[in-house]
């Protein structure tokens, strides 16, 4: 898909889209899916502003990825709940039939064209920052350009990881990418604060191989590996720092490159 | 926090960021594009965009006078959502110094924008006395509205001549 061809829906008007489901993970982070709006086109990787009308009427919008594939009828985004965030605290309290602004201009940099050619794509996430690869990892492009599909994720729970976990059950029934993502997808989840199988920071693991003893693949290197990290702004910080210390330069739509990374928005 | 854009914006206006802002919070001058510091979400998609590298966070340090222009702008300049027409010689202004120099912050329209800039709620800012005002003995005389960058004139007043000082544009704080 090339940037330039594609529609963009840059009247971005606000628009009410009802809510289908919701689904409370624990008991601070929730997913919910929402209608369509017509004509709306998004890459994967993309995320869009969506929100809630405000007290005074004016709109209270934060960015959220979709974590939906690029042809589902219907949008889903993943969220955390924060008690006096301005718009969480509202949102997570939908319940279907709710109406929720969504504005219709998709943008990010987590989208394949923002990165050159590889074998090997990373996909660095802690918490919600897994939301855009929840798309990126039912997008067929991503298993034609890539022979490793990794999706990492670090949370300091183990509840915290059920989304994700639940993501890759479903990948593998995927109509249009679950034979190929049985052999080229493996998910890589690790706790920070619970006990788990799999305990520590991604970026330690990296340091220190563990991770590439752990899945049989060969330390990042530029030749052959694309990185996609969204997450805290400390792994963001952290990841970048490794990677250009390995030679890594950082991807954009116009300019693509061999990372790019984005925050995981929070209120 | 907010993103700004700075000098080698200046002549390149390149506007992939316009194409990627969710928020559409950039405004457009003649030769520059600004952020409106309340309007932006610091999503940071536009940084690596920028051809010009003229995108930095707020965060950085030495951006304050940058920041002033994106604020200052924001409320005069028209808002720009789509990408419009690149200047022909981007390419051979992108890296050059001394470009802050040739910032042109006139209301003039914009090749992109022949039509008079629209003005947020409160109308259009008053039109400023455009003649020059006077300074011991001597006059200082304002360049037109929209003329870019001419060295401004300071000449006597009692007529003996105009051996005064030349500077590129007009920079006046109030």
Redesign the interface.
Known sequence: MNVLQQPRNAAATAEGQTVLSVRHWDDRLFSFRVSRPAGFRFRSGEFVMIGLPGDDGKPILRAYSIASPFWDEELEFYSIKVPDGPLTSRLQKIVPGDRVIVRTKPTGTLVLDALLPGRTLWMVSTGTGVAPFASLMREPETYEKFQNVILTQTCRRVSELDYGADLHRRLLDDPLVGEEAAVKFRRYATTTREPSGRMGRITDRIESGQVFTDLGLPPLDPAHDRVMICGSMALNLDMKRLLEARGFTEGANSRPGEYVVERAFVD | MTYVVTENCVNCKYQ?CV??????CFYEGENFLVIHPEEC?????CE??C?ADAIKADTEPGLDDWLAINARYAMLWPNI??IGTVPADADAWNGKPGKAALLITGDAPSRNHPQKPTYPAGGEPAPEVQEGFEVEGARIAFPEPGAGAVPVVLTRIDGTGDDGFEMDGLRVKS
């Open positions: 992939d194409t990627v802002c969710p928020v559409d979400i610091d999503c940071g998609v690596p965009e051809p959502t789509e």
